[in-house]
């Protein structure tokens, strides 16, 4: 085969101007016969002849190149030739992008992610980089222009693989396994490094790169996503479990055991997803040391992102029970707000420094950017334990208020028969406040209380210490007297420390106790202020504080707390009783040990 010649060639016995031998399995063979002088079609019409389109099984870009050298050689201009053989590289390569466009299809079943970036590198990349290469060789003089052009087509085509992959690549992003995923981001970003050299002009490993960077953002969005919803079905498992019906003689799981599940569950999640997204940063990984996976990905995206996001969001999620009764705190249980609590009052403690100081074990941060201190976040999960402590003291209060309430409004005092016995709902406030005691005692410790004097089971009520304002203001008794007893006793008060009933709520029970006791008692102290008694209805107000007295000062810090409220209970029924005769402190007694 010559490509010039001093003699002319003659065509051969078909008349042609050149020979091609190709059959149906194989690719076609040029034979240059005859020089450009004798056979001079058109230039266009002569790139035609030579790089006939490309069917399957045809010639690729190694063959296609040899052609194009031939030409080249024949003097063909340069420029032609370069637009034809991209012409021609470009529809091989949009085949390929068409045979991965059909696998994403809703018909056929995709395959995995791993196969479909494997035949998106043997297929599309492979190409593209025969084609950079033989395009570079051929076409090196064309200079600037040449590598212009090549890199508009390859940005081109490139783009549409990177929309084909980012569709395939969003179909995984519902599992919860990255390893698989990370293999498959792993092989991409490899594939693409070799056209990434040959072409740096068109970005294609740059581009490769922030695809890769924009699914490691979206599987920690995911997994955050996980983490707020594992939290919430604790949630949802520990409300069951104290809604479900106890089965005599069975008992089901304690507060305590049920905050044990619980935090042992959310920290497992949290080391799960560790594990997961730290895949993105392991050595064998090709892109683990690019800078954002050094660098942001560890302290931006995990620390910050995954589990500061989450430590908030867990605490923003318990702190929306404390809402107003008739929104969602209405429906809270109690001990959902008392186990929450302790759980974050726990993770003030402990957990959080814990959980991120693993975090910044597995992750080694190579980033100056600023991050949330430990002690910030804890501070946080404090607050939202308080405030939950609080409500849950606000909400028992009620309840037991809610009880005393509908007991003195629903009631004819004026009317009432001579006490023999101690009133049912007095009976339930103890028990109930008993049941308090012991649920808060499984969570939170005893705490501290004042030094309780030896009489504090024994005392009993008169109109409230009215015998001993009696020998301290008023000598001369007579009947008329117990009101100004009650005035000097009034005015007393006016100097005496004021109680605060919404004080603010410790970590401890009996705190706790003390603010759900005041609450009920100041609701019974308002409720008695607005009714009219008789005789018998002052004596059995004094019946009931008797019986409250002689059981709840042992919940409170300090027992002259119940003392004072529970005298300024019957001190105002003595004030809103036209007759004020008081019961002996010894039948009083008698009455409710009876009780």
């Known amino acids: ?13 078909s008349g042609s101007a050149s020979g091609v ?8 063979l040029v034979t240059i016969r005859v020089p450009l002088r004798f056979v001079s079609p058109e230039p266009h019409q002569l790139s035609l002849l030579h790089l006939h389109p490309h069917r399957e099984g045809c010639s690729g870009a190694p063959e296609q190149a040899e052609c194009v050298e031939l030409l080249l050689a024949l003097g063909e201009p340069a420029e032609e ?15 390929e992008l068409s045979s991965l466009e059909t696998e994403l299809g809703p018909s056929p079943p995709a395959p995995d992610v791993l196969e479909f970036t494997d035949r998106g590198g043997n297929g599309f990349v492979g190409g593209l980089c025969q084609v950079a290469a033989a395009y570079q060789e051929l076409f090196a003089a064309q200079g600037p222009t040449g590598t212009q052009k090549l890199a508009a087509f390859a940005r081109e085509l490139g783009g549409r693989y990177f929309v084909l992959v980012e569709r395939r690549l969003a179909q995984e992003q519902g599992g919860s396994d990255n390893s698989l995923l990370v293999r498959a981001l792993d092989r991409f970003h490899r594939r ?8 740096a002009a068109a970005g294609l490993s740059e581009s490769a790169t922030e695809i890769v960077e924009r699914v490691a953002r979206e599987r920690l969005s995911h997994h955050l996503q996980g983490l707020r919803a594992a939290f919430l079905s604790c949630l949802t498992d520990v409300r069951q479990a104290l809604a479900a019906p106890r089965l005599a003689g069975k008992e089901g799981p304690s507060l305590a055991e049920l905050l044990a599940n619980v935090a042992s569950s959310i920290l497992s999640h949290i080391k799960a997803s560790l594990a997961s997204v730290h895949l993105f940063t392991a050595k064998e990984v090709s892109f683990s040391n690019k800078p954002y996976f050094r660098g942001e990905f560890c302290s931006q995206g995990v620390r910050e992102g995954l589990i500061v996001g989450f430590i908030r969001s867990m605490c923003q999620t318990a702190q929306s029970f404390c809402d107003s009764p008739g929104e969602k705190g209405g429906a809270t249980p109690p001990a959902l707000l008392l186990l929450l609590s302790r759980l974050c009052l726990d993770y003030e403690t402990a957990t959080i420094s814990y959980i991120l100081t693993l975090t910044d074990e597995q992750f080694l941060v190579q980033d100056q950017s600023p991050v949330t201190p430990v002690s910030t976040l804890c501070a946080e999960a ?3 334990a308080r405030r939950l402590l609080t409500h849950y003291v606000k909400v028992q209060g009620l309840v037991i208020s809610q009880m005393l309430r ?11 028969l001579e006490p023999r016995n101690v009133r049912a709902v007095m009976k339930r406030v103890v028990e109930d406040t008993t049941a308090i005691d012991v649920q808060v005692g499984l969570l939170y410790e ?17 109109v409230y210490s009215s015998s001993r304002q009696q020998g301290r203001y008023a000598p001369s008794y007579t009947p008329s007297a117990p009101m100004d007893t009650n005035l000097l006793s009034n005015i007393q008060k006016l100097f005496s420390e004021r109680i605060d009933v919404f004080s603010p709520v410790e970590f401890n029970k009996v ?23 008789g005789r018998f209805g002052l004596q059995q107000v004094q019946v009931d504080c008797h019986f409250l007295q002689l059981y709840l000062w042992r919940f409170v810090a300090d027992e002259e707390l119940v003392h004072l409220l529970l005298d300024e209970v019957v001190a105002s029924a003595a004030l809103r009783c036209p007759d004020p005769v008081p019961m002996e402190p010894s039948v009083v007694e008698v009455i409710c040990e009876r009780g």
């Open 21 to 28: 031998l190709s059959g149906p399995d194989s690719c076609p």
């Open 192 to 199: 693409l490094r070799a056209p990434g050299a040959l072409l």
């Open 511 to 533: 705190s706790v106790l003390t603010g759900i006791i005041k609450i009920s008692l100041k609701t019974l102290l308002e409720c008695v202020r607005l009714r009219t008694f």
């Open 406 to 416: 509908k007991s003195v409004e629903t009631r004819d005092w004026l009317s009432t």
């Open 446 to 462: 005893e705490g501290v209380r004042k030094a309780q004097s030896s009489d504090s089971s024994k005392r009993t009520f008169s």
């Open 1 to 13: 085969m010559t490509a010039r010649s001093s003699q002319p060639a003659w065509p051969s016995s």
């Open 382 to 384: 404090r607050e939202t």
């Open 81 to 95: 030739l370069c637009e034809e053989f991209l012409a021609h590289a470009r529809g091989r390569l949009e085949e």
